[in-house]
């Protein structure tokens, strides 16, 4: 069983930044993949970016490319998230997710934390 907790998220003004962090636990994470998906009411959980566990293969959504950073320390397997130049419509709930393919969809993901509040005032 996989653990994972979000934190980090808050409200900030346009322009901010914040950076959200999820903590993983549970069986070993060799060979995963950790993404970040959002969602708004009504909508389907959009990605936003994945990262293999050892680095190096990060993709981004052409929505914040340039804005965000993905990455994953491996001794503390936390997952984090830098968000900067926020805008209003990155207004959602984040939420970070464990799977073992190379996958912007949010089917390939296994286990997922409970979700951060992100709030962006324009």
């Known amino acids: 069983q996989v653990q994972l907790v979000e934190s980090g998220g808050g409200s900030v003004q346009a322009g901010g930044s914040l950076r959200l962090s999820c903590a993983a636990s549970g069986r070993p994470f060799s060979r995963t993949v950790m993404a970040w998906f959002r969602q708004t009411p009504g909508k389907e959980r959009e990605f936003v970016a994945l990262?293999?566990?050892?680095?190096?293969?990060?993709f981004y959504a052409d929505s914040v490319k340039g804005r965000f950073t993905v990455s994953f320390d491996n001794p503390k397997n936390t997952l984090y998230l830098q968000m900067n130049n926020l805008k209003a419509e990155d207004t959602a709930v984040y939420y970070c997710?464990?799977?073992?393919?190379?996958?912007?969809?949010?089917?390939?993901?296994?286990?997922w934390g409970q979700g951060t509040q992100v709030t962006v005032a324009s």
């Open positions: 997710a464990r799977g073992s393919q190379y996958e912007s969809h949010a089917r390939a993901y296994e286990d």
């Open positions: 990262t293999r566990w050892r680095g190096g293969s990060e």
